[in-house]
């Protein structure tokens, strides 16, 4: 089983400030590497898949990259609506889940 | 519009079957794999189960291997998740979700989700 493990647990910002989230793999899952954000009471939105294709209607300001068992996702000017929890997702052999990053305001 | 939509799940004591039902519409349903992710009170999002446009594939998480049982039927468009013999750390929100494309895919779109409470 594909461990996959999310760093930091949360992170403290300000809008307009930079978010780098981070998905580490226990082994490689080439770029099969997605990212969601998911809001209290609502499903997880799917934003990066393949490591770093952005899904249809997402913002220029959300990106990802990565390959092999490293990954980033990358905010480059929090808005408002982006504090939420995000959760990377390895397709390489079935599916695992990341533990989540909550990105709160400071 | 894509539209996933779960029921069957409420209050159950341990030991005891619940099948939940997934309806899909809005999109070829026997063009794309189907699975069941859920999440735990105040926990994260853990995947169930999966299964293939064509029954071919299935796969479980080693929490729920020989207790649950996935299946689908493509003339009625619908997902379902078998649960026996559940147990009180099965208790979470159940969300059915399908694949983006065929392998290797991402879930594309989600439904609301339902309710499964394992409680005596």
């Known amino acids: 089983e594909t461990v996959l493990t999310q760093s930091p647990a949360t992170l403290s910002l300000s809008p307009g400030e930079r978010a780098t989230l981070s998905c580490r793999a226990s082994?490689?899952?080439?770029?099969?590497l997605a990212w969601y954000q998911q809001k209290p009471g609502q499903a997880p939105r799917l934003l990066i898949y393949?490591?770093?294709n952005r899904a249809t209607g997402i913002p220029a300001r959300f990106s990802g990259s990565g390959s092999g068992t490293d990954f980033t996702l990358t905010i480059s000017s929090l808005e408002p609506e982006d504090f939420a929890v995000y959760y990377c997702l390895q397709r390489s052999n079935w599916l695992t889940f990341g533990g989540g990053t909550k990105v709160e305001i400071k | 519009e894509v539209q996933l939509v779960e029921s069957g799940g409420g209050l159950v004591q341990p030991g005891r079957s619940l099948r939940l039902s997934c309806a899909a519409s809005g999109f070829t349903f026997d063009d794309h794999a189907m699975h069941w992710v859920r999440q735990g009170p105040g926990k994260g999002l853990e995947w169930v189960s999966g299964?293939?446009?064509?029954?071919?594939?299935?796969g479980y998480a080693d929490s729920v291997r020989g207790r649950f049982t996935i299946s689908r039927d493509n003339a009625k468009n619908s997902l379902y998740l078998q649960m026996n013999s559940l147990r009180p750390e099965d208790t979470a929100l159940y969300y059915c979700?399908?694949?983006?494309?065929?392998?290797?895919?991402?879930?594309?779109?989600w439904g609301q989700g339902i309710l499964v409470t394992v409680s005596s």
């Open positions: 979700a399908k694949e983006l494309r065929r392998g290797n895919s991402p879930l594309d779109y």
């Open positions: 393949d490591a770093s």
């Open positions: 299964i293939g446009w064509n029954s071919g594939a299935i």
């Open positions: 082994q490689s899952v080439s770029n099969y």
